[in-house]
């Protein structure tokens, strides 16, 4: 009884961190609820294989010009305002693509929701910024939040996968679960004040974003965080396809298929310190990259279910390992006055790198195949890692170990 108290106790002490951790995995919902059930869709809706990629990433551009938008609006109004807003937003827009039976009305709320999960990311990120005003207890806060978000791309597409077995749309009400969310956040988040001695950052955006692409080492690493993005981002947007083609997997298997692959990325991205100390930040990225490379290599040889789940795990792996480097090897490169707008602009390629996947390949799809596709993409995977060792500005990969 002693121990229920205590749980009981630390639950109310740490209810405000909860519901914004709860918040926060929302920001994984949109893609890891779509891409099990993609499949279906193209089906059912008799859409064309390479518009359909867009459904899957048309938010990760909204969220990228709207998650700066609705940062400062929070800052005006209020972050519980524009999370409370946002939520509802997230499960109406969610919601709303059950109503749709065409590419556009789909891809308008697709946008739509990105716009909201732009609102919830922003907005969450101000809250718990303020109410971890140290920087060591910010960090761990950081810690769980990304925790959280790691557990909800496991979870979400297997749930997603489970729910559309049956139709597809049962999936999309998934969305619906931000509306009890942000009542509950509307509930509990206000009852602590803004603290009166919030620091007010006053250089200009211009001159910050100005020292960070004068920065050679920094924008070596931009343009590749935006492949790595969209070549993962491939991956997730037509491996259930050639899983429907080659097993004929229903949504089900494809959300475990894509957990798994989920679960490879967060196992990775805890073993990235002790790599980077180990071997240096850049061959850590294409070690990352090789492990990707072969995972698309082999998808295509694949014709059992089985051996999808350890491939998948391999390429999660290889996925997480990548991207987790690129980002530290960024925070290690730039000044540390410039490492947040520095992160934050490597955050819009990743999220640009994904938006523009199906545009990439899917232009492969239509020359040929999804096979192809994953040939392409493994190429494109070496090609990137091979272009981390060439010298810039007379710094050789070596200098950014």
């Not at 749309?169 to 509930?187: N, R, V």
Request: net charge positive.
């Amino acid at each position: 009884m002693t121990r229920t108290m205590v749980l009981v106790d630390r639950l109310q002490q740490n209810r405000r961190l909860l519901v914004l951790l709860a918040m926060g995995s929302l920001t994984a919902m949109p893609g890891a609820v779509i891409a099990p059930v993609l499949p279906d869709i193209i089906q059912q809706l008799q859409l064309d294989r390479t518009l359909a990629g867009y459904l899957v990433s048309a938010h990760y551009l909204t969220v990228a010009i709207f998650s700066p938008l609705l940062g400062l609006l929070a800052e005006r109004i209020g972050s519980i305002r524009v999370l409370v807003f946002s939520a509802i937003s997230f499960a109406l827009f969610g919601a709303a693509g059950t109503l749709t039976a065409d590419f556009l009305p789909m891809l308008v709320t697709r946008g739509l929701l990105g716009a909201a999960t732009g609102g919830i990311a922003a907005a969450s990120l101000g809250i718990l910024a303020r109410d971890y005003a140290d920087p060591a207890n910010r960090s761990q806060a950081i810690t769980y939040a990304s925790a959280s978000i790691t557990l909800a791309n496991i979870v979400y597409p297997f749930l997603a996968g489970w729910l559309g077995s049956g139709q597809w749309q049962f999936a999309f009400y998934m969305y619906g679960l931000a509306l009890p969310l942000g009542i509950l956040a509307g509930l509990v988040l206000p009852q602590r004040r803004r603290a009166a001695s919030a620091l007010k950052v006053s250089i200009p955006m211009r001159q910050l974003l100005k020292q960070v692409f004068s920065h050679p080492k920094v924008v070596r690493l931009l343009p590749t965080v935006g492949l790595c993005a969209a070549i993962g981002f491939a991956n997730i947007i037509y491996l259930p396809m050639h899983l429907r083609a080659t097993v004929n997997a229903d949504p089900v298997t494809n959300g475990l298929v894509l957990a798994c692959q989920a679960i490879g990325a967060a196992l990775a991205a805890l073993g990235v310190k002790r790599l980077i100390q180990r071997i240096g930040a850049v061959p850590s990225i294409i070690s990352g990259l090789g492990l990707m490379a072969i995972g698309l290599l082999t998808f295509p040889q694949l014709h059992t279910l089985d051996y999808f789940f350890p491939t998948a795990l391999l390429f999660g792996a290889g996925m997480g390992l990548a991207l987790t480097s690129h980002f530290a090897s960024i925070a290690i490169v730039a000044p540390l006055e410039l490492q947040t707008i520095a992160l934050a602009v490597a955050t819009s390629m990743n999220f640009l790198g994904q938006f523009f996947s199906p545009t990439l390949f899917g232009w492969v799809l239509r020359q040929s195949s999804v096979t192809t596709v994953f040939y392409v993409a493994s190429g494109l995977a070496i090609l990137t890692g091979l272009s981390l060792l060439v010298p810039v500005n007379r710094l050789s990969s070596r200098g950014l170990r």
